[in-house]
């Protein structure tokens, strides 16, 4: 319970800090190159337009991202990154563990449960840390229900609930990272809504000849969910990849405990 506990703050820690510093890295982009840019090429397109009547604006990058929701898209994708990176890294750290053999067992060797407290020796050396690790919790759940039960099936059933909880925990996990996803559209949205608003409320301008201000305002309405739209692809891409990774531990986890642990296991009579 306590290395759960442990587990669970520091990933909460991680998160807050890295929604911290996705807002300072994307607003001090935004604040010293963004945003100067994009206004540089607005008032060259506007001294240009002035000047003949016939130019045509064309897009810019810097244009189509210089809004605030589009900056918000982008420290949520920085952000979400981030956690998915975290439990990427801890994956693949629990998935090194399957190269690890922690019984010295051979063909034709058998388990039985008075042979329990010998080979729960290594699984006890470990790390704090590794011992939360899946495959060392589901050996254990196995030897310790073999030993009580002096049943395969039982043993097998211990590996099972381990692996179906594991499991269930990784994907709740996933939750805020699934939360972002639907967040990103919903700004665009947002963004969409302000613009279609703005170019309504300059549809006088537009009535007398001066649709500059109408074109802006439709420009933050298209180009945030544009934008929010791809961005949202991206994390959705990054987001199934994890989850992949994270059921292939779990696949792996119960493989191996089938491989090296319970087809070795034999009740004693």
């Known amino acids: 319970m306590t290395n759960t506990t442990d587990r669970t703050a520091n990933e909460m820690f991680f998160q807050i800090v890295a929604l911290l510093l996705s807002i300072i890295i994307i607003h001090t982009i935004y604040v010293t190159v963004i945003r100067p840019n994009a206004e540089n090429i607005i008032n060259k397109h506007a001294e240009m337009a002035a000047a003949c009547e016939q130019y045509e604006v064309p897009r810019s990058f810097f244009v189509v991202i210089k809004d605030l929701e589009q900056e918000s898209c982008f420290i949520l994708m920085l952000w979400s990154l981030s956690i998915m990176g975290y439990k990427t890294r801890s994956a693949i750290r629990e998935k090194s563990m399957l190269n690890d053999r922690f019984f010295n067992l051979h063909e034709g060797s058998k388990i039985l449960p008075q042979d329990v407290n010998q080979l729960t020796?290594?699984?006890?050396?470990?790390?704090?840390?590794?011992?939360?690790?899946?495959?060392?919790?589901?050996?254990?759940a196995a030897l310790s229900r073999f030993e009580v039960?002096?049943?395969?099936q039982f043993a097998s059933e211990a590996i099972d609930g381990v692996c179906e909880a594991e499991n269930d925990r990784l994907d709740s996990e996933l939750s805020m990272i699934r939360y972002?996803?639907?967040?990103?559209?919903?700004?665009?949205?947002?963004?969409?809504?302000?613009?279609i608003g703005a170019a309504l409320g300059q549809a006088h301008e537009a009535m007398q000849g001066d649709i500059?201000?109408?074109?802006?305002?439709?420009g933050v309405a298209f180009n945030s969910t544009f934008i929010a739209l791809l961005i949202s692809m991206v994390v959705m891409f990054f987001m199934h990849q994890l989850q992949l990774?994270?059921?292939?531990?779990?696949?792996?986890s119960h493989s191996y405990c089938e491989n090296n642990l319970l087809r070795f296991m034999k009740a004693s009579e």
């Open 121 to 140: 020796r290594p699984l006890d050396t470990l790390s704090k840390e590794k011992t939360f690790y899946l495959l060392p919790r589901a050996l254990k």
């Open 149 to 152: 039960t002096n049943s395969v």
């Open 180 to 195: 972002i996803t639907w967040a990103i559209p919903s700004i665009g949205f947002i963004g969409t809504v302000r613009g």
């Open 212 to 218: 500059a201000g109408v074109t802006s305002s439709l």
């Open 245 to 252: 990774m994270q059921e292939r531990l779990v696949l792996d």
